[in-house]
């Protein structure tokens, strides 16, 4: 991949739906993750001075914070924190009394944890319709093709600039940008629970994505894993159906 041509075409694709939209700039979420951060780099270069990175901390590793907080002086672009830790516990008490009997653990817990990016989603459009923002996600390829995003969470956004890019792609972009090292090697996490990873997650390498995505080749278990995934979570990338009334 030529980093440069790409990141030129993804500077003037920004520029150009900012243009059409009659927006004033962009948001962005900042976990202190790759995908993130050459995010906000991109928006930064679309719309300098237009550009507000929030940091939306949900019980997370500080060291989270920290990275993202870096990435934003790094980029000079404003932030703001917005612990959503509060908001959430609230939320998860609430829903106590309506749980069902014998609920499964493990099922509890995906679906907790996915109250986080759905309050991130809030978090970012309440910042963006007060300054006529446009929303950047920051979902890479191989999240976009395996549906390894939350539904009305991180899937929630106005524009994705990274949805063409496998995770090797969006590292090279990010080396070109100039980020920290730190960030372009961090281990990719939604960050939903302690210890969490996108490949222990996926039970796929980003390598191993990344070869199938951009050849189509790959190991047969492999092949089938990601197009099981992709088969699973084709609702995630359509508008809700609707049926047609007839009159």
Request: aromatic share 6%; with cysteine.
């Given at each position: 991949?030529?980093a440069?041509?790409?990141?030129?075409q993804?500077?003037?694709?920004?520029?150009a739906?900012?243009?059409?939209s009659?927006?004033?700039?962009?948001?962005?979420?900042?976990?202190?993750?790759?995908?993130?951060?050459?995010t906000?780099?991109?928006?930064q270069?679309?719309?300098?001075?237009?550009?507000?990175?929030?940091?939306?901390?949900?019980?997370s590793?500080?060291?989270?914070?920290?990275?993202?907080?870096?990435?934003?002086?790094?980029?000079?672009?404003?932030?703001?924190?917005?612990d959503?830790?509060?908001?959430?516990?609230a939320?998860?008490?609430?829903?106590?009394?309506?749980?069902?009997?014998?609920?499964?653990?493990?099922?509890?817990?995906v679906?907790?944890?996915?109250?986080k990016?759905?309050?991130?989603?809030?978090?970012?459009?309440?910042?963006a319709?007060?300054?006529?923002?446009?929303?950047?996600?920051?979902d890479?390829?191989?999240e976009?093709?395996?549906?390894?995003?939350?539904?009305?969470?991180?899937?929630?956004a106005d524009?994705?600039?990274?949805a063409?890019?496998?995770?090797g792609e969006?590292?090279?972009l990010?080396?070109?940008?100039?980020l920290?090292?730190?960030?372009?090697?961090?281990?990719?996490?939604?960050?939903?629970?302690?210890?969490?990873?996108?490949?222990?997650e996926?039970?796929?390498?980003?390598?191993?994505?990344?070869?199938?995505?951009?050849t189509?080749?790959?190991?047969?278990?492999?092949?089938?894993?990601?197009?099981?995934?992709?088969?699973?979570?084709?609702?995630?990338?359509?508008?809700?159906?609707w049926?047609?009334?007839?009159?």
């Amino acid at each position: 991949m030529d980093a440069a041509k790409v990141c030129t075409q993804l500077i003037r694709w920004l520029e150009a739906q900012l243009q059409q939209s009659g927006a004033r700039g962009f948001v962005v979420g900042l976990s202190g993750g790759l995908d993130s951060a050459v995010t906000a780099a991109l928006a930064q270069r679309a719309a300098p001075g237009h550009v507000l990175g929030l940091v939306m901390p949900c019980h997370s590793d500080p060291a989270d914070q920290a990275h993202a907080v870096q990435v934003a002086h790094q980029l000079g672009i404003e932030y703001q924190v917005i612990d959503l830790g509060p908001v959430y516990d609230a939320l998860v008490e609430r829903f106590q009394a309506t749980l069902p009997p014998g609920v499964d653990p493990d099922r509890l817990r995906v679906v907790q944890a996915n109250i986080k990016p759905r309050l991130r989603m809030l978090t970012l459009y309440h910042a963006a319709g007060l300054r006529g923002y446009l929303v950047l996600g920051t979902d890479n390829r191989a999240e976009v093709y395996t549906g390894y995003f939350t539904k009305y969470g991180d899937g929630g956004a106005d524009l994705l600039p990274l949805a063409d890019l496998v995770k090797g792609e969006v590292r090279a972009l990010g080396r070109y940008l100039g980020l920290p090292e730190a960030i372009l090697q961090r281990t990719p996490s939604a960050g939903l629970w302690a210890d969490q990873s996108d490949e222990a997650e996926m039970g796929l390498s980003y390598e191993a994505l990344d070869r199938y995505l951009l050849t189509g080749e790959g190991d047969p278990e492999v092949v089938a894993r990601i197009e099981a995934l992709h088969r699973a979570t084709e609702h995630k990338r359509r508008l809700p159906p609707w049926p047609v009334v007839a009159r």
